[in-house]
């Protein structure tokens, strides 16, 4: 079983719409939740950052972290166009340099 | 500012060769990370290098070493390669070590092994 994981997609949505993306993971350890946008071709770009439980919001996009469920959210308000990418999510513990990240979902939003 | 820069952007090797790839991060920044992205995958974590030691390994062979320079910039070395090396090879740079320090991507490398 991975530590972290992610539905691949893809997620085809329209424009405007609610895009609502997951991750699940089983170690306990982790502690800092991370949402990474990567377009084709390109390194991942930090979207979000969040310390334990608790909602963050940035612009367009809030972050939500269950550590009771071990779940973790990304929500993307009035989709658009350019937000079509692939969404990755990463975690780290307390301790580890390490990232570990999901396997990616990957989001179209058409017009 | 430039962000983390890698060379060279693709590369095709044959199976058994030896590889090295660049990496340069950003102004300042005294850490590199090192990730193997393959086609579908998230990234996975090779090596943490922080003011030129080592600060983390991977679950990776020994044929994938790595070190970092008095400038901070980095190399990664892949030797023996395997059809399964074929990936994407993200850096990644950061101010420092700890949780505080967020991580930024250069656009990697690809490595295609035939």
């Known amino acids: 079983q991975k530590e972290v994981e992610q539905d691949p997609g893809p997620l085809s949505v329209p424009e405007g719409a609610i895009v609502s993306l997951n991750c699940t993971y089983s170690?306990?350890?982790?502690?800092?939740f991370m949402w990474y946008r990567q377009y084709s071709r390109k390194g991942p770009e930090l979207l979000m950052y969040t310390y334990s439980s608790g909602n963050k919001e940035d612009g367009r996009f809030t972050a939500q972290v269950d550590k009771s469920s071990k779940y973790i959210s990304l929500f993307i308000r009035d989709s658009q166009p350019s937000d079509s990418a692939t969404y990755l999510c990463a975690m780290r513990t307390g301790t580890a340099s390490k990232l570990t990240f999901g396997t990616g979902t990957r989001l179209q939003v058409t017009l | 500012d430039a962000g983390v820069t890698q060379s060279p952007t693709h590369l095709i090797k044959t199976r058994g060769q030896q590889v090295t790839l660049r990496c340069s991060p950003i102004?300042?920044?005294?850490?590199v990370s090192w990730y193997q992205q393959v086609l579908g995958q998230g990234p996975q974590f090779i090596f943490q290098y922080y003011e030129k030691e080592e600060r983390g390994r991977g679950n990776f062979p020994d044929r994938f070493s790595a070190r970092q320079f008095p400038n901070y910039s980095s190399e990664l070395n892949v030797n023996a390669l395997l059809l399964g090396d074929s990936a994407l090879y993200l850096c990644?740079?950061?101010?420092?070590?700890?949780?505080?320090?967020?991580?930024?991507f250069g656009s990697g490398t690809r490595l295609t092994v035939v």
């Open positions: 990644a740079s950061s101010a420092g070590q700890g949780v505080n320090y967020g991580y930024t």
């Open positions: 102004s300042g920044h005294k850490s």
């Open positions: 170690n306990s350890a982790f502690q800092y």
